[in-house]
């Protein structure tokens, strides 16, 4: 399948699949697979892409194999498909920000003083980081302190652990926050 046949998607379909969360399971597993670096030019300050080497007719983005997928820096990622800028249609967003944020709340309570009432659930991209953020935000409505274990366990009593893609994606958070 080609590119051009892929943007004829229709923009929903296209971020309902690539903000799935098995797809960004999929992802992280891939880009740590790849050491946190662009596979092409070696770069580790750049935003990461995970890149599908070929596209396989019907198949969902999380349903290939690692070594069908290369992670790229968001340079190398848009010489591959020659594109100059993101989508109009894509909002602007920061993944590593989001889940700077994240992790930082997990780390540090304290750090909800900071950006309560800055922050919301809308200022989140994926779908699975506003799930974490809304979890977080009741733990404080109900004055329950929140770590990694207390907020899977209260993901996981409402069913949305897994539907985030589980604890890798919650641990990833605090990943991002330590190496920043």
């Known amino acids: 399948m080609t590119d051009n046949k892929i943007r004829k998607t229709s923009n929903a379909e296209?971020?309902?699949?690539?903000t799935h969360p098995r797809w960004q399971k999929k992802r992280l597993e891939r880009m740590e697979q790849a050491g946190w670096r662009c596979e092409s030019c070696e770069?580790?300050?750049k935003t990461l892409h995970v890149h599908h080497k070929s596209?396989?007719?019907?198949?969902?983005p999380w349903e290939y194999e690692n070594d069908e997928l290369e992670c790229l820096c968001e340079d190398c990622h848009a010489e591959q498909h020659g594109i100059q800028e993101h989508s109009e249609n894509t909002p602007p967003?920061?993944?590593f920000a989001e889940q700077s944020v994240l992790g930082a709340l997990i780390t540090d309570n304290s750090v909800w003083e900071k950006?309560?009432?800055k922050l919301s659930e809308i200022d989140f991209y994926l779908n699975s980081h506003k799930l974490i953020f809304r979890t977080i935000t009741k733990l404080v409505e109900q004055q329950i302190p929140f770590d990694i274990v207390t907020l899977s366990e209260s993901l996981k009593?409402?069913?949305?652990?897994?539907n985030i893609g589980g604890i890798l994606i919650v641990s990833n958070s605090l990943i991002f926050s330590n190496n920043c």
């Open 115 to 117: 950006i309560s009432g």
């Open 43 to 45: 770069s580790e300050e």
């Open 14 to 18: 296209f971020f309902a699949k690539y």
């Open 157 to 162: 009593s409402t069913g949305n652990l897994e």
């Open 93 to 95: 967003n920061s993944i």
């Open 55 to 60: 596209y396989k007719k019907g198949a969902s």
